[in-house]
């Protein structure tokens, strides 16, 4: 039960700090976020260092190359991180903004005002870069964290964690602010899920075994982030050079990441103008393509696909193909296996424009571009905490506001209620 | 397993529901509440005959006086419900307001509007006014309902949702919009809790035992509602008289709620001039007392407070009493045991006021007012589903507006991402 007393420790004092941050100035916070940049770049060797170890365990428990791209940290990494530290002081700080303001006949002046959360808990895999990025993040916000980042990277984390905080604490930040769990067993994840005495809500950032974990067995609130299963339909009046555009930009430019198109649709009318060409730009590209019987017909390369196919984030260089009879057929195809993430459109006609996006149940809903710009920064948020595919709380890229709640401060002179 | 496949029948049909209630007119679901209304007033004898039943087995089963007055209907009851679905079509439809628009310089327009949750799970007692209520709101945002009422109240809430349901589909509401679970055992709540794939949301309405059912083993998100351990503040500064009205107000008033107040915290400079008076006007309401041994010189009605009593929701003719030495000793108090619902400062010093308002973490916080405002129709909302004591989503009395979640539209003339 050693990480049961750490979480108890750890969430306590969060739970201390999150109490004065909630009182800080934006100065401070802007201040203490530019001392976590510099204390990262003086100490960037020492980071390293811990990594190294990290890496090296990585590679004798034989991780992928890719898990050890994530893991891995360069100076040049190191730099991007407090990058984005300093970026973040620059953001407008949400922390007091006044939402309304309702003046009632009785004389009550009620005001709601942005707060913060109080103590966000994060739970991610082995990439360090998450480590700045959310406690940075949750700094502006006047939020505690507690982090719980991938086993893999503890000893980055470990040393991470231990610059940015003091850079913070040396700049007037409350001790506490940020905690990192250090029990790499996974019971210490479970146990956090059941924190609520000291945590106000969970943010998974991860694949979806991690989120259907956490989403399975918090009692703590949770923003859901990510899996993403997202359509493009190629409309009858399409612009088809438009479509083979923004058709390709989805599959193609990263097929890793949650906003890539898994399955394309394509109006049966415009399947033999379309899809020849289309099929062929997709293969030379290396994109494995499954198809329904009508697309098969269209090229050799397409492979039959199954029910399960139209079920599946790829997140790969693989596509799924469905030629439908027309828009109604389009729809139900998507609130039948949309995560409701990303959906588009491509069409000239703005009535049909205007019925996908009334009708399709997703957090963004695309009218002739590409589903790849849902992200906090092509939004113009300046950050990005995730994108919610729940629709409680926060639905779509999460910028700082996401990481707010609100309070109702209301001033009487001595009403009382019948 | 009688139970699960009842929830599985009726979760798919709430969610079929749901697409096309997004899209229905504010006119015609405007109609459909007021259809609504006229059917319960022109068949009250049905759903009475009904209600005899519960009643009857209920006293059976050797319910409460309170419980059996919740269950019980009668016609002035109903009409008041028949009129509750009335103010309801009077209100301003939220779905389909814009809350914000936003250009991106690469010509992308990004446009959030208000839609509904989806499908909404509400669990409560026995309290056949919530049925109509819930259903009504549920309507009015564009959400479908499933509804679990407690088993006492079953043959009441089976005859209203007929009578409503009918009402509203005869006025074009899409047929599944209403679910009523019917299976009584306790069982068909745990299962309903796990009903991800139907459920968006799941409200529990209630005491503290069903919310914290609710809270610990649901994996669908929830909205917390509830309980309130709420305290008054006299400082120093205070208008004696004015406190006195206030503190009376807010523990006299109705004690069963939860925006009364459990804990009295008194400025140790005026507790002289304000307590033994006040004291003496709590024990002629039949208020039981509980004070620090500071309290207990004031008056011998008042008995000694454990520790305990500064953790509990009386819901009762019973109070708690501190003398503090300070404002920071108020503070400590109540961020030691508030559940941060409502809290209230009595005082003519704005710098305390300020702070307390500042530095209180709840959902509503008062200067000079009573605690007993916190309510959806007193804020001006117009109507309540209940008061959210979480800070995700929502926080404090939930209107109109909390039913919903929101999405983005986005128009392009062929953007892609580089």
Chains 1, 2 share one sequence.
């Not at 940049?37 to 190359?65: F, H, M, P, R, Y």
Request: charged residues 20%.
């Amino acid at each position: 039960m050693g990480h049961l007393s750490e979480l108890e420790v750890k969430g306590k004092s969060a739970k201390q700090a999150a109490r004065k941050l909630a009182t800080l100035s934006t100065t401070v916070k802007n201040q203490a976020l530019v001392s976590m940049a510099d204390a990262l770049e003086g100490q960037w060797e020492t980071i390293l260092a811990a990594n190294v170890i990290d890496i090296e365990n990585g590679k004798e428990k034989g991780l992928s190359e890719s898990l050890l791209d994530r893991l891995l940290l360069t100076q040049s990494r190191i730099q991007s991180m407090a990058d984005g530290l300093r970026q973040i002081a620059e953001l407008p700080d949400p922390i007091g903004e006044v939402l309304s303001t309702n003046y009632r006949p009785n004389g009550l002046e009620i005001t709601k005002v942005r707060v913060p959360l109080g103590v966000i808990g994060i739970i991610y895999e082995a990439r360090p870069n998450v480590t700045v990025d959310a406690a940075g993040l949750c700094l502006k916000t006047g939020n505690a964290v507690i982090l719980r980042g991938g086993s893999e990277a503890i000893h980055s984390n470990t040393a991470i964690i231990k610059v940015i905080a003091q850079g913070a604490y040396d700049a007037g930040i409350p001790i506490g602010a940020f905690q990192l769990i250090e029990t790499t067993d996974r019971q210490a994840v479970n146990d956090m899920l059941k924190l609520n005495q000291y945590l106000d809500v969970i943010i998974p950032r991860g694949g979806a075994g991690l989120i259907k974990t956490v989403v399975e067995n918090s009692t703590v609130p949770v923003i859901e982030t990510g899996t993403g299963i997202c359509h493009t339909f190629v409309d009858e009046s399409a612009d088809l050079t438009m479509a083979q555009a923004i058709a390709y930009n989805a599959k193609v430019s990263r097929p890793g990441v949650c906003n890539s198109m898994e399955t394309l649709l394509v109006h049966k009318k415009v399947a033999d103008q379309f899809l020849p060409r289309m099929l062929s730009v997709y293969q030379q590209a290396g994109v494995e393509l499954r198809g329904c019987p009508l697309t098969e017909k269209y090229h050799s390369a397409v492979k039959p696909a199954s029910i399960q196919d139209w079920a599946t984030e790829y997140s790969d260089f693989v596509l799924s193909i469905k030629v439908v009879a027309d828009l109604d057929e389009a729809l139900e195809h998507i609130a039948e296996y949309s995560t409701r993430h990303s959906e588009a459109i491509v069409t000239q006609d703005s009535n049909n424009a205007k019925r996908f996006q009334h009708e399709v149940d997703a957090a963004a809903v695309y009218v002739n571009a590409s589903t790849r710009f849902t992200d906090g920064f092509e939004f113009g948020f300046g950050a990005e905490i995730g994108i919610s595919t729940q629709k409680l709380h926060a639905r779509g890229p999460m910028g700082l506001a996401e990481l707010t709640s609100s309070k109702y401060t209301i001033c009487g002179n001595g009403q009382i209620r019948e």
